[in-house]
């Protein structure tokens, strides 16, 4: 229901914008968050969107360098990751949740479904 893809390798400065198709069931009262886990690091949270609002919420690691946002049809979320360094290099996840209050949006638990990774290489 969560398919993710757009991952690659860019030099550091790059750019590289990841998609995450939701297909399955009506995501207008869910939140749909972006997690990432590089080598030997628990997975962290990245970035996520109220899909009715689109209020949004990023990891202050990545603040004014990644955008999420919601296609106009509602059913892909993006992330535009600008100024790469090489400690965004990892394995990003999709994820999405009805359950998540701005307590626990930044937390893996308050999320239901999962789409699999795709891998982000960045090289400096």
């Known amino acids: 229901q969560l398919q993710a893809s757009g991952g690659g390798s860019v030099q550091a400065g790059g750019s590289l914008r990841l998609s995450c198709a939701i297909s399955?069931?009506?995501?207008?009262?869910?939140?749909v968050g972006w997690f990432r886990q590089g080598p030997e690091k628990e997975r962290e949270f990245v970035a996520a969107i109220r899909w009715s609002s689109m209020i949004t919420y990023y990891a202050d690691s990545v603040k004014g360098r990644f955008t999420i946002s919601r296609g106009d049809a509602r059913n892909t979320a993006y992330l535009q990751m600008n100024s790469l360094k090489p400690e965004d290099a990892a394995v990003y996840y999709c994820?999405?949740?009805?359950?998540?209050?701005?307590?626990?949006?930044?937390?893996?638990?308050?999320?239901?479904?999962w789409g699999q990774g795709t891998q982000v290489t960045v090289s400096s």
């Open positions: 399955g069931r009506t995501f207008n009262s869910y939140t």
């Open positions: 994820s999405a949740g009805s359950r998540l209050i701005t307590s626990n949006i930044r937390r893996e638990a308050g999320y239901d479904y």
